[in-house]
C-alpha cells in the first residue's frame, strides 16, 4: 500500500498555496533547467560574490573581516586574548583576500586578482609578522592551504599546447608574470606555525603566535586540542614540504598523525579531544562532526594526493567502525551521532552542521548510496530551517505523548554562520548524479542569498535560527567556500578550469577542506622560481632524513584486530560457495549512480521515483518542525521537493508522489557478547559461483558469522498486524512459518506473535531475503532459557524467533 497523490491534484494543492501568498519569487526560467538557465543561477552567483567582495574592499580591506550588517572593518581581539571564537582565523592579515585568492580566479575577477597579487607581493616580507595568537589548525587550512593552491594554479594549470576560452587570457599572462612569491610566503607562515608541533609529546599545541611562537600563548589556551586540529594539518604541511624541499613539515606533522592514529580504541574510533601537556585522551566520544571531521576527510584525500596506502587504510578502517558503531540507517536515511569509543553506544541525541560535509566525502570515496541518505536528512533540515542549526537534536525521549515539540525543542545550538557543508555535499552529488534536484537546492539556497542572507555589506548568517536574529559577521569561508561550491554546482558546462579533463585529469586534485584545489606530482619539487628553502643547512630536521620516505614506521602501524576466520563446515562438498570481505566493494571500486535516469528521454528527477523521499519527515517527524516566524506550510516553495515548478517539470504526466506506508514496527540495536571483540568477529559475505545453484540452500549475497561474538545488530521486532519496513503486513501465516517447532531439548517459551528480523550485522547490510548463518552452538546453562534453536535450524532470542539467522549443519 502507497499513498498516491497525481501529479494533477498535487498542481492543484500548490496553486492553493500560491493564491493564499506562500509562494517564493521565482527566477525568469521557473525550474527549467535548461542550459540558459543554468548559465543564468551561475552568473546570478558571481553577482552574489561580487557583492560579498567589493564590500569587504570597500569597507573591511586590509583588516581581516568587514561586518555586513554595520559594514565596519573587523579583525583581532586584542584587548581580551581569551576571545577565541574571533580570534582564532584573525590575525590583521586580510584574511578574507588571503583566503580566496584561488576564488578569484575559479570566477575570473581577473581585476581583482591582479590587485591582491600586487598586495601581497609589496607586504610580503613582513606580512605574517605580527603580534596576534591564532589557531594553527584554522591558519592552515584557510591561509597556508590557501596560498598553496594560488601557487599551483598560477604554476602548474595551463599549458602551452592547450586551447583556451578567450576569457582566460589574462588568467595565462598572470599565470606567466607570478615569480612563485606565494610559495615564499607560505613557506614563512610554516615556520611561524610548526614550533607548535615540536612538542616532547608529539601533540602539537593548538595555539601560535605569529611573532613570538610559543612564548606568550597562556597555557589555558592550549589544554584542548581537538582531533582534527592536531591530524589535519598533515596534508597542507607535507604538500609545503614537497614543494619546497623542507621536510620539517611532514615530519612533524606525519609523527602527530601516526600516534593519534595509534591511540585509537579497540573499536577502532578515535576520541575528539586530547590534552597535550598530559599526553591523554580527554574524552571518549566521537562522530564525523566538529573537532573531528576533517580527520577523516584528510586520511582520504592524503590518500588520494599523495597515492598512499597508509592512508587509504586508515580511512578504509574509520569508515567500517562508524558503519559499525555508529550509523543509524532508517527509511532510507543515515545518520552517524556521536558514540563512545569504548562500548559504541550512543552519546548524543543530536548532529551538527558540520556533519553535512559527509556526503561529499562519501561521493569521493565511491559510496553513492549512503551519501544521498546521508545527504536527505540536512535537506529536510534545511526545508524546515532554511539553514542548519549548529546542533539539531533528531530524537526525542519525551515520554509524555501529549507534548506538542516545537523547533526550538530540536536546536540545540542556534546559530548558522552560512557554512559552506551542505552545499558542498551537494555539489558532489550533482557532479555524480546529474539529476537535477541537486541543482534545484542550490537555486533555493541562491534564493536565500539573495533575499534572506544578503545585507548591505555583504551576507549575514542567521545568530538565533529560534527567532530569526541576523549575525553580524560574514567569515573568509562565506566567499571561498558557500559561494565557491555554489558558483561551481551551476558550471555544468565545464567553462571553470578545474572541470575542465585536458587542464586537470593528470593530476589527483581535490578540494581541502576549506575548498582550496591541491594536487601534487614529483615535477612540482623545488618551488617558486626565486624561493631558496636551505632547511638542511639550518639543521631543522635530523641529518638522516633525505626525502619524503622518512617517516619512522612506528608512526605508520595502520594495523587493526583481523577477524578470526572460520571455514563452512563440509566447504569441500559445496565448493562452488566462497567468501569475500562485504566491505571489499565499496572500497575497491567506486559504486555508480544508483538513482536510475530517465528512460524515456523527458525530464525527470529519480528522486519521485524513491519510495523514502518523505521517510526522513516520518522518522524526524518530532524534530523537523518549522520555527515560529516561518510559514507552516510545506507548499510555501520552502520544501524544495515540493516546489510547484520544479514538480511539474522533472515528472513525467501523470507521475505519482509516492511514500510507502511507514513502519509500525520496532527496531531497536542489540550487543552480543563484548563489542570489544568485534574487531575478532568475521562477518563474511557469501560468493557463489553457479554451479548446482538449484541444490543449494546457500544464495549469494548471505552471511557467513560464524561467532555469535562481538556482534553488534541491528534487529526489527515484527509483530502480528504491524507494518515492517518492507512495507508488507505481518500474518499469522508468516509467524508460523518463521516460528516452526524448537527443539525438544530446549526449555525456551516461545512468543506466538512476535518473530525477529536482522537488517545489520556490524555495519553490514543484510539484504532484504538474505540469510545469516552462523556455526552451530550450545547455550550456556544461564543461557538456555534465553536462547535456542528450532528444528529448522532457526536461532530464538528470548521466545522469538528469529527469521534470518540459521545455524549451518552442513
Not at 46 to 60: E, I, N
Not at 291 to 304: P, R, T
Not at 317 to 339: D, E, R
Not at 640 to 669: A, G, H, N, V, W
Amino acid at each position: 500500500m502507497v499513498i498516491r497523490l497525481t501529479a494533477r491534484c498535487t498542481q492543484l494543492i500548490l496553486a492553493l498555496c500560491c493564491i493564499l501568498g506562500f509562494c517564493v519569487s521565482e527566477s525568469p526560467y521557473n525550474s527549467s533547467f535548461t542550459p540558459d538557465h543554468i548559465r543564468y543561477l551561475k552568473n546570478e552567483t558571481t553577482l552574489l560574490f561580487q557583492h560579498a567582495w567589493r564590500s569587504y574592499m570597500t569597507h573591511g580591506f586590509p583588516f581581516d573581516e568587514v561586518r555586513p550588517i554595520t559594514c565596519e572593518p573587523y579583525g583581532p581581539d586584542y584587548k581580551d586574548y581569551t576571545n577565541t571564537v574571533r580570534n582564532d582565523a584573525m590575525a590583521n592579515i586580510s584574511s578574507t583576500l588571503l583566503d580566496n585568492i584561488d576564488t578569484l580566479i575559479i570566477m575570473e575577477q581577473w581585476d581583482d586578482l591582479e590587485f591582491a597579487l600586487r598586495y601581497l607581493k609589496e607586504n610580503q616580507v613582513d606580512f605574517f609578522n605580527q603580534d596576534a595568537i591564532v589557531q594553527v589548525f584554522e591558519t592552515t587550512i584557510r591561509f597556508l592551504g590557501g596560498l598553496l593552491s594560488a601557487h599551483l594554479i598560477l604554476t602548474d594549470v595551463i599549458k602551452k599546447d592547450i586551447h583556451l576560452p578567450p576569457s582566460y587570457n589574462r588568467f595565462k599572462q598572470i599565470g606567466e608574470n607570478y615569480d612563485g612569491f606565494l610559495l615564499d610566503m607560505a613557506y614563512d607562515l610554516g615556520l611561524r606555525l610548526i614550533p607548535s608541533y615540536k612538542t616532547k609529546t608529539n601533540i602539537p599545541f593548538p595555539r601560535i603566535n605569529l611573532k613570538t611562537g610559543l612564548r606568550n600563548v597562556p597555557p589555558n589556551l592550549q589544554k584542548d586540542a581537538c582531533t582534527s586540529g592536531v591530524t589535519t594539518p598533515v596534508l597542507e604541511f607535507t604538500l609545503l614540504s614537497r614543494l619546497t624541499g623542507d621536510f620539517q613539515f611532514e615530519y612533524y606533522t606525519q609523527q602527530s598523525f601516526w600516534k593519534i592514529w595509534t591511540s585509537k580504541s579497540a573499536l577502532n574510533l578515535m576520541p575528539m579531544s586530547i590534552d597535550p601537556f598530559e599526553n591523554k585522551w580527554k574524552d571518549t566520544i566521537t562522530g564525523i562532526g566538529a573537532s573531528i571531521d576533517s580527520f577523516y576527510e584528510y586520511a582520504a584525500k592524503g590518500a588520494i594526493i599523495f597515492d598512499d596506502d597508509a592512508m587509504w587504510s586508515v580511512f578504509h578502517t574509520s569508515y567500517k567502525a562508524l558503519l559499525t558503531h555508529s550509523a543509524q540507517v532508517n527509511h532510507g536515511t543515515m545518520i552517524f551521532p556521536n558514540v563512545g569509543t569504548e562500548d559504541g553506544v550512543i552519546f548524543s541525541d543530536w548532529i551538527d552542521s558540520l556533519g553535512a560535509f559527509w556526503s561529499g566525502l562519501q561521493v569521493l570515496t565511491g559510496h553513492l548510496s549512503h551519501a544521498i541518505q546521508t545527504h536527505i536528512v540536512y535537506l529536510k533540515i534545511w526545508d524546515y530551517f532554511d539553514s542548519i542549526p549548529e546542533r539539531w537534536i533528531y530524537a526525542h525521549h519525551n515520554r509524555n505523548k501529549r507534548k506538542k515539540f516545537k523547533a526550538d525543542d530540536s536546536i540545540a545550538l542556534e546559530w548558522y554562520p552560512l557554512r559552506p557543508e551542505f552545499i558542498e555535499s551537494t555539489y558532489y552529488l550533482y557532479r555524480a548524479t546529474k539529476d537535477p534536484m541537486y541543482l534545484h537546492i542550490g537555486e533555493r539556497i541562491l534564493t536565500l542569498f539573495q533575499t534572506k542572507y544578503k545585507a548591505e555589506c555583504g551576507f549575514s548568517g542567521i545568530q538565533n535560527i529560534k527567532t530569526g536574529e541576523r549575525q553580524n559577521r560574514m567569515e573568509t569561508f562565506v566567499m571561498g567556500e558557500t559561494l565557491k561550491y555554489l558558483y561551481l554546482l551551476f558550471d555544468d558546462e565545464n567553462r571553470v578550469f578545474l572541470h575542465k579533463p585536458e587542464l586537470m585529469s593528470s593530476k589527483n586534485w581535490v578540494f581541502s577542506t576549506e575548498a582550496h584545489p591541491l594536487w601534487f606530482h614529483k615535477g612540482l619539487r623545488s618551488g617558486g622560481q626565486n624561493s631558496q628553502f636551505n632547511a638542511y643547512a639550518a639543521n631543522l630536521i635530523p641529518d638522516d632524513i633525505a626525502d619524503e620516505q622518512f617517516t619512522p614506521e612506528i608512526f605508520r602501524n595502520t594495523t587493526v584486530r583481523q577477524p578470526i576466520m572460520y571455514d563452512i563446515p563440509g566447504h569441500e562438498s559445496i565448493s562452488h560457495v566462497g567468501k569475500k570481505d562485504p566491505f571489499g566493494d565499496q572500497f575497491d571500486a567506486c559504486e555508480m549512480s544508483p538513482l536510475v535516469k530517465s528512460k524515456t528521454g523527458f525530464l525527470e528527477s529519480s528522486y519521485y521515483d524513491w519510495p523514502n523521499l518523505f521517510g526522513a519527515d516520518f522518522a524526524f517527524s518530532k524534530s523537523l518542525i518549522k520555527p515560529s516566524y516561518a510559514n507552516k506550510t510545506n507548499l510555501d516553495d520552502s520544501y524544495i521537493e515540493l516546489s510547484r515548478d520544479f514538480f511539474d517539470k522533472f515528472t513525467t504526466f501523470d507521475t505519482q508522489l509516492m511514500s510507502q506506508r511507514m513502519p509500525t514496527t520496532t527496531s531497536y540495536e542489540v550487543f552480543w557478547g563484548d563489542v570489544k571483540d568485534s574487531g575478532f568477529a568475521e562477518v563474511s559475505e557469501l560468493t557463489f559461483n553457479g554451479q548446482n545453484e538449484t541444490e543449494s540452500i546457500i544464495l549469494p549475497g548471505d552471511l557467513w558469522v560464524p561467532a555469535l561474538q562481538g556482534l553488534r545488530i541491528k534487529v526489527e521486532e515484527l509483530t502480528l498486524g504491524s507494518i515492517d519496513s518492507r512495507n508488507l503486513v505481518i500474518t499469522k501465516e508468516h509467524i508460523l512459518q518463521v516460528q516452526g517447532e524448537v527443539d525438544e531439548d530446549s526449555t525456551i517459551k516461545m512468543v506466538t506473535d512476535t518473530t525477529l528480523r536482522i537488517h545489520r550485522v556490524n555495519g553490514v547490510e543484510v539484504k532484504q531475503g538474505a540469510i545469516v548463518w552462523t556455526l552451530p552452538f550450545q547455550p550456556s546453562p544461564r543461557d538456555r532459557s534465553e536462547i535456542g534453536i528450532t528444528k529448522e535450524g532457526r536461532v530464538v532470542i528470548q521466545g522469538k524467533v528469529v527469521e534470518n539467522l540459521i545455524v549451518w549443519y552442513g
